[in-house]
């Protein structure tokens, strides 16, 4: 399963756990579908740093499922 902790006066926290000890990858879209960023992480991966205040689409893929997620950025 992948668990996500939203910390929105911070940064984003996404928590991935499962087999595959935690490998996943991740896809960042703004809401109306244009890709902002990509990458892979493992067990853990703090993100939202350079991200603008809006609405955005955090797409995480680990062993063979794939989860969205709707983020809100202050």
Known sequence: ???IYNF???NYVLYA???GVGDF?????IISGELISTG???ESL???NDLKQGVYLLKIQQ???TK???VYKN
């Not at 990858?25 to 879209?29: A, E, H, N, P, S």
């Open 68 to 70: 969205v997620f709707k």
């Open 25 to 29: 990858d991740y896809t960042i879209l």
């Open 1 to 3: 399963p992948v668990l």
């Open 17 to 19: 756990t499962g087999r």
């Open 63 to 65: 062993d063979n499922s």
């Open 8 to 10: 929105i006066v911070h």
């Open 40 to 42: 892979t992480g493992y």
């Open 46 to 48: 703090q993100l939202g």
